[in-house]
Each structure stands twice: as structure tokens, then as C-alpha cells.
């Protein structure tokens, strides 16, 4: 099993410090209720890197950030095999954030 980020969909909108390679980031997110999808938002040292990207299923978060990219990747996924959507009823249920150190293959 990979490793997830833990994303209590209930609080959202809400934002946590995170460790992320040997950076410390800031992620929030949001739910955009009328097109039935999440959002995600990466900053760090109070400077905005990405603001509100629509979380794809399968998708890597953020990768337009050029140095965290090579050292892991974030990515909604369900190990069960179950989804291929995000919904928010899957989301934080069957489908997490996963992470995939720089590196390693599926």
C-alpha cells in the first residue's frame, strides 16, 4: 500500500502543513458543489504554487511545480480497484491521495 495524505473532506474548505520531501508546503482544498468536483491548492513560505487544480482521478497533483515533481508524486487513486472517479462519496473512503516517492514504478 502507498502511502496517502489523510483529507478529512468534511472540513473542506480547510487548508494543513505538510512535509513533502524535505519541504514544509501548505495544501488546501475545496469542493466546487456545482460541478461535483475538488479542488487542490499548494503554497509555500506564504508564496501561492498552485491554486485551486481540479483533482483528477489517476492524475498527478501540482505537477506544473518543477521541484517537487522529481521527488514524489501525489495522486488520487483507489488500491481497491473499485473507483475511477473522484466523487465525495469515494473521496477519503476508497479513493485517497496517494504518494509515489521519486522513482518508483507502479
Known amino acids: 500500500m502507498r502511502d496517502r495524505i489523510i483529507v478529512d473532506k468534511t472540513l473542506i474548505p480547510y487548508n ?3 512535509l513533502l520531501g524535505a519541504e514544509l508546503y501548505n495544501l488546501g482544498f475545496d469542493y466546487n458543489e456545482e460541478g461535483k468536483f475538488f479542488t487542490a491548492s499548494l503554497s509555500r513560505n506564504d ?3 498552485v491554486s485551486s487544480e481540479k483533482m483528477i482521478y489517476g492524475n498527478k497533483l501540482f505537477a506544473s511545480v518543477p521541484y517537487l515533481s522529481p521527488v514524489l ?5 483507489d488500491e ?3 473507483n475511477t472517479e473522484i466523487t465525495y462519496d469515494n473521496f477519503g473512503e476508497s479513493v485517497f491521495l496517494t504518494i509515489q516517492q521519486g522513482g518508483e514504478t507502479s
Open 47 to 49: 508564496e501561492v504554487l
Open 73 to 77: 508524486d501525489i495522486v488520487p487513486y
Open 80 to 82: 481497491s480497484g473499485k
Open 16 to 18: 494543513f502543513d505538510i
